[in-house]
T-cell receptor, first 116, second 110 residues
Framework: NAGVTQTPKFQVLKTGQSMTLQCAQDMNHEYMSWYRQDPGMGLRLIHYSVGAGITDQGEVPNGYNVSRSTTEDFPLRLLSAAPSQTSVYFC???????????????FGPGTRLTVL | DAKTTQPTSMDCAEGRAANLPCNHSTISGNEYVYWYRQIHSQGPQYIIHGLKNNETNEMASLIITEDRKSSTLILPHATLRDTAVYYCIVKETSYDKVIFGPGTSLSVIP
């Protein structure tokens, strides 16, 4: 298993450009999520999904869109990049087991985004 | 909002036990306590979780107080590779979103 993969590893954008950060997992996990991490800070949840066709907002959703057309993929779209979106982005996935809370999250290696 | 409070930073001598506290005074009866850690520039890694009983695995032990308002993660013999930020999280079900707080930065000193 490759686990959780993210592409690209590094990206530089100009203000106003759009792009999509890719995230894929091969563990058949229902739950997937995106976080951003700024220097010296913890992770902040952007969006998450509990299954194909279902997405919801996290703590900091503004400026980001997501969709979940398949179980495996959960892309994050920046529609019009801003310098404030310079950050490291982590994707994570975990299984769901009904109401049972055990859902160890597996994280990808991250995408380092700089917006000039 | 994160439901936990942790010290900002801690030091531990190599080979000694590292005891990382977490306060979760508003925890509800159905919420579990999870611990993750993040080594520099990597994605976070799951360590352990528990409800009310103490738990142990190959990485660490989790001690939860009887009133469940606080817990302690114990790394029995800290090594330099344990230097990381440690996050304590509480959540109820697998459908809940996972919110990370700022965590505790643990430095293991030779």
């Amino acid at each position: 298993n490759a686990g959780v993969t993210q592409t690209p590893k590094f990206q530089v954008l100009k203000t106003g450009q759009s792009m999509t950060l890719q995230c894929a997992q091969d563990m058949n996990h229902e739950y997937m999520s995106w976080y951003r991490q700024d220097p010296g800070m913890g992770l902040r949840l952007i969006h998450y999904s509990v299954g194909a066709g279902i997405t919801d907002q996290g703590e900091v959703p503004n400026g980001y869109n997501v969709s979940r057309s398949t179980t495996e993929d959960f892309p994050l779209r920046l529609l019009s990049a801003a310098p404030s979106q310079t950050s490291v982005y982590f994707c994570a996935s975990s299984r769901l087991a009904g109401d049972y809370p055990y859902n160890e999250q597996f994280f990808g290696p991250g995408t380092r985004l700089t917006v000039l | 909002d994160a439901k936990t409070t942790q010290p900002t930073s801690m030091d531990c001598a190599e080979g000694r036990a590292a005891n990382l506290p977490c306060n979760h005074s508003t925890i509800s009866g159905n919420e579990y306590v999870y611990w993750y850690r993040q080594i520099h520039s990597q994605g976070p890694q799951y360590i352990i979780h528990g409800l009310k009983n103490n738990e142990t695995n190959e990485m660490a032990s989790l001690i939860i107080t009887e009133d469940r308002k606080s817990s302690t993660l114990i790394l029995p013999h800290a090594t330099l590779r344990d230097t990381a930020v440690y996050y304590c999280i509480v959540k109820e079900t697998s459908y809940d979103k996972v919110i990370f707080g700022p965590g505790t930065s643990l430095s293991v000193i030779p």
